[in-house]
């Protein structure tokens, strides 16, 4: 046998055939890579690395190119969808805690039962969120994202309005709703100009239809055959763009009326009066440009306050029924007679006056020792628990020794607890009492400093009456009086009248933000369900004479309907062309 060595190789034929086609393969091959570029994706030249083999090789975008790209980032609907979600995120520590611009004493009093965490907040500034620098940062971030998003495609709609139809597809089986219906007779055979006639009619009868039915069309016609193309539902987009186009008008009303409206508070106690200047506000609160001194003029007395609470149902004994104020308003020389209640707020000098609360202000009358009145007046004490439990302050500067400071409990129907303290056990006046607590001392009202009048510092007066000291606190009913301890007078609980708080709000940006909130759910219930639609009809004249009329449509976007409209539109189409042929 023969022996080969193992460098001998043996050669077939065949296999020498096939090598011969891989190896002009593989020049071929090699010829398309090298007139690649340097850095291809395919390119496996000695050059490149093997850690750099088949990577792209990307342009360096630049400072124009990275400001495009962050362009394009903020102006993309995704963006501005978190935006959106991310300022209502935003606006929740608005609602969680009291603001400087509607709650200034709810601020006062937050930062006194909360000392450690007040700063902190007070610092990334959680008690003006509405007017913060990372509130407006998102604000503002929105509204350049929405301009960005609408302006464009603004621009690519009006001249999608401007367009014709699409051109008629050549095989419409591809479509959806693909339908066909061939009318027999309606030519002779081999009659060219009846046939021509017959397309035409077919055509013409399509178009009126789908001009009826609200879409816009182009006819178009060869040898063989001819054809409408329709389109409709441009509403859809329109309404899209409506929406946000109304989204950017609110943020421009939000920010316009944020610097143009106020809203001021003011406690009136029956039979006082309130007028629309700066100095009878107990807060107000106005915009960048708003003239504080050029307020609307008008006045408010309070005449009456209706109060009906629940009295029969045991399981809701006390709860409020309605609330109603019956006041006189004074309004460039006319008076009339108004009522304010809950969600039903007074209409005057371009302002809303909302009724925000209620509660008592018991009338007391302080004498000094020789029985002349220092102080008289109706105080007001808020509420402080649904049973109208309500605490108030009393301080009397003039006419004493020394200045008083009285912390005052009101209850409207007084009972006694087990631990000897008393609390209100019904919201009404059945049975009222005031009980007094005296304090004696510098009230602080002399340095010119701003001084609540719902608060009394006692770190540096001294209490005569009360738990602190020997006399005891003072509990008075209607019409009786007390002495004062050290001889300081006398203290009368004369009776109790009602007060209201009332809240003056002026934003005359509120009809355009209805508009918006308008345009906005009417641009959106568009969008929804306003179908994007095409249709098209197209009419074969057959070699037997037969006219073959072919039906389809496309939608854009889900419209479960289509099949349902390209059908419907079909059985018009036939109904109008046998019953005009009939005639």
């Not at 009358?365 to 302050?393: E, L, W, Y």
């Not at 009285?406 to 007084?414: E, K, L, Q, S």
């Not at 919201?427 to 010119?448: A, E, I, N």
Request: net charge neutral.
């Amino acid at each position: 046998m023969e022996q080969h060595s193992d460098t001998d190789t043996l050669h077939d034929p065949a296999q020498g055939a096939e090598g011969g086609v891989d190896t002009e393969r593989d020049d071929r091959a090699q010829q398309r890579r090298d007139s690649r570029p340097s850095g291809h994706v395919d390119d496996t030249s000695e050059d490149v690395g093997d850690a750099d083999a088949g990577a792209l090789t990307q342009p360096k975008l630049g400072p124009i190119g990275w400001l495009r790209w962050m362009w394009r980032q903020l102006t993309s609907m995704r963006t501005a969808l978190f935006l959106l979600l991310l300022l209502a995120v935003a606006a929740v520590p608005g609602s969680l805690v009291p603001q400087h611009t509607s709650d200034p004493n709810g601020v006062v009093q937050y930062q006194e039962n909360h000392p450690v965490l007040y700063p902190i907040l007070d610092k990334l500034q959680v008690f003006d969120t509405y007017t913060s620098v990372w509130f407006s940062a998102i604000y503002l971030l929105l509204f350049v994202s929405l301009v960005g998003c609408v302006v464009p495609r603004l621009k690519h709609h009006l001249e999608a309005l401007r367009a014709k139809p699409p051109r008629t597809p050549a095989r419409l089986a591809r479509m959806a709703g693909y339908r066909v219906r061939v009318l027999q007779g309606m030519t002779s055979q081999g009659a060219s100009a009846e046939a021509e006639a017959a397309r035409q009619a077919a055509i013409v009868s399509a178009q009126k239809l789908l001009k009826a039915s609200g879409y816009r069309t182009v006819v178009l016609e060869t040898a063989r055959d001819a054809s409408v193309s329709a389109e409709r539902g441009y509403l859809r987009e329109t309404g899209n763009i409506l929406f946000h186009a109304a989204l950017v008008g609110i943020l421009i009303a939000v920010g316009v009326g944020g610097g143009l409206s106020y809203t001021g508070q003011r406690i009136v106690v029956d039979g006082q009066s309130f007028v629309n200047t700066l100095v009878n506000y107990d807060s107000i609160n106005p915009g960048r440009f708003v003239d504080t001194s050029g307020l609307s003029p008008f006045a408010i007395k309070l005449d009456q306050l209706d109060v009906k609470y629940e009295s029969k149902n045991k399981n809701a004994m006390g709860s409020p029924l309605d609330y109603t104020a019956y006041v006189t308003t004074t309004e460039n020389g006319t008076t009339s007679k108004k009522t304010i209640k809950v969600n039903e707020p007074l209409g005057i000098g371009g302002t809303n006056v909302y009724l925000l609360g209620n509660g008592y202000a018991p009338i007391i009358t302080v004498r000094n020792a020789k029985g002349k009145a220092v102080f008289h007046d109706a105080v007001p004490f808020p509420s402080q628990d649904t049973n109208m439990t309500s605490q108030g302050i009393v301080k009397v500067p003039d006419g004493l020794k020394e200045q008083l400071g009285m912390i005052g409990f009101f209850y409207p129907t007084a009972q006694k607890l087990s631990t000897g303290a008393y609390t209100s056990s019904y919201p009404d006046t059945r049975d009222p009492m005031l009980g007094l607590s005296v304090y004696q001392g510098d009230l602080g009202l002399d340095k010119g400093l701003p001084v609540s009048v719902y608060a009394l510092n006692i770190d540096k007066l001294k209490e005569i009456a009360g738990p602190g000291a020997k006399a005891k606190a003072i509990d008075l009913k209607p019409g009786e009086s007390a002495s004062l301890p050290n001889g300081l007078g006398t203290v009368t609980f004369d009776g109790v009248a009602r007060f209201v708080s009332l809240e003056v709000h002026h934003d005359p940006t509120q009809g355009w933000m209805l508009l918006f909130a308008v345009l906005v759910l009417g641009g959106l219930l568009t969008s929804l369900f306003v179908p994007r639609r095409r249709l098209w009809v197209k009419a074969i004249t057959q070699a037997d004479g037969s006219l073959r009329l072919e039906y389809a449509g496309l939608a854009r976007g889900e419209d479960p309907r289509l099949d349902d409209a390209v059908a419907s539109f079909a059985d018009r189409h036939i109904a109008s062309l046998t019953g005009r042929s009939r005639e």
